[in-house]
T-cell receptor, first 112, second 115 residues
């Protein structure tokens, strides 16, 4: 069935370092792709999304591009901040389906 | 306005007992979702409600799990005869509609520990 696989954590970076969290998916049809973020002590919230191939989602300096040829949706940020420390979840929603499939999550810690 | 709220925030129960978890979605949101976040497993979809339609129960892991949504608003997830493997964080989310995968707003979750 449809699924996502994201890189395992934890990831520890220094402030202002570059971030890439890999996410690849397996799906039939054309799913929508998402990144959710969970800050310490808070619930999940949508970070960005892309609903068709070549779309780029962006928010708070984070970007991810829907790449159909490589079935990927890698999350990137050019310069991370301490406040970006959180768990990041890649997710997909199969086309025309109510379901949503999440990756296992990647914990990011940014040190000053 | 208030976001999605869930109660209790933490629940410790003994194996074999029944538990009820509550979710209050954002007012006016017609779609409501339950997920489970198990350690090392990521998030798992459980059940979905859209308005007054019959729920999509395809993600429920066993017949010990059930959920209802009264009046198209508050939802209760019930786990009967709890097992230790039911220990997880149970997350509820709501969205304004289910059209084009509108943003889902998540509650803080209920952390369930089955001893």
């Amino acid at each position: 069935g449809d699924s996502v696989t994201q890189m395992e954590g934890p990831v520890t970076l220094s402030e202002e370092a570059c971030l890439t969290i890999n996410c690849t998916y397996t799906a039939t049809g054309y799913p929508s792709l998402f990144w959710y973020v969970q800050y310490p002590g808070e619930g999940l919230q949508l970070l960005l999304k892309a609903t068709k191939a070549d779309d780029k989602g962006s928010n708070k300096g984070f970007e991810a591009t829907y790449r159909k040829e490589t079935t990927s949706f890698h999350l990137e940020k050019g310069s991370v901040q301490v406040s970006d420390s959180a768990v990041y979840f890649c997710a997909l929603s199969p086309y025309n389906n109510n379901d949503m499939r999440f990756g296992a999550g990647t914990r990011l810690t940014v040190k000053p | 306005g208030a976001g999605v709220s869930q109660s209790p925030s933490n629940k410790v129960t003994e194996k074999g007992k029944d538990v009820e978890l509550r979710c209050d979605p954002i007012s006016g949101h017609t779609a409501l979702y339950w997920y489970r976040q198990s350690l090392g497993q990521g998030l798992e979809f459980l059940i979905y409600f859209q308005g007054n339609s019959a729920p999509d129960k395809s993600g429920l892991p066993s017949d010990r799990f059930s959920a209802e949504r009264t009046g198209g608003s508050v939802s209760t997830l019930t786990i009967q005869r709890t097992q230790q493997e039911d220990s997880a964080v149970y997350l509820c989310a709501s969205s304004e509609t289910q059209r084009e995968w509108e943003t889902q707003y998540f509650g803080p979750g209920t952390r369930l520990l089955v001893l």
